[in-house]
């Protein structure tokens, strides 16, 4: 099993910036990706930035490119997302996930289903 445990969420101004961190424990000896996803009340969960374990490789929805910029620390199993430019509706609870199957297209990552192991999730509020 993998424990995901997020930090760093919390209330900040619209323009502001917040840097959220995932550490991963148990079986991490299998991890192949990581991304993180965003829900905010009343709408489904939704994919922000995901990363290639080994490699490296990025993606990310189009509503944060070039604001958010997702990072792994494979010594320390813990991602990390810097979001910049914040936006209220960038409001959501934010979740850390784990993927222990091996990736073959980046892409196929922005989806929920690509997932194994899921983090509680922590609050980002963006006010005006």
């Known amino acids: 099993q993998v424990q995901l445990v997020e930090s760093g969420g919390g209330l900040v101004q619209a323009g502001g910036s917040l840097r959220l961190s995932c550490a991963a424990s148990?079986?991490?000896?299998?991890?192949?990706?990581m991304g993180w996803f965003r829900q905010a009340p009343g709408k489904e969960r939704e994919f922000v930035a995901a990363?290639?374990?080994?490699?490296?490789?990025?993606s990310y929805a189009n509503s944060v490119k070039g604001r958010f910029t997702i990072s792994r620390d494979n010594a320390k199993n813990t991602v990390s997302l810097q979001m910049s430019d914040l936006k209220p509706e960038d409001t959501a609870v934010y979740y850390c996930?784990?993927?222990?199957?091996?990736?073959?297209?980046?892409?196929?990552?922005?989806?929920?289903?690509?997932?194994?192991?899921w983090g509680q999730g922590t609050q980002v509020s963006v006010s005006s």
């Open positions: 996930a784990l993927r222990e199957r091996r990736v073959i297209k980046i892409g196929t990552m922005q989806s929920v289903n690509a997932y194994d192991f």
């Open positions: 148990g079986r991490t000896c299998s991890t192949y990706g």
């Open positions: 990363i290639h374990w080994s490699v490296g490789i990025t």
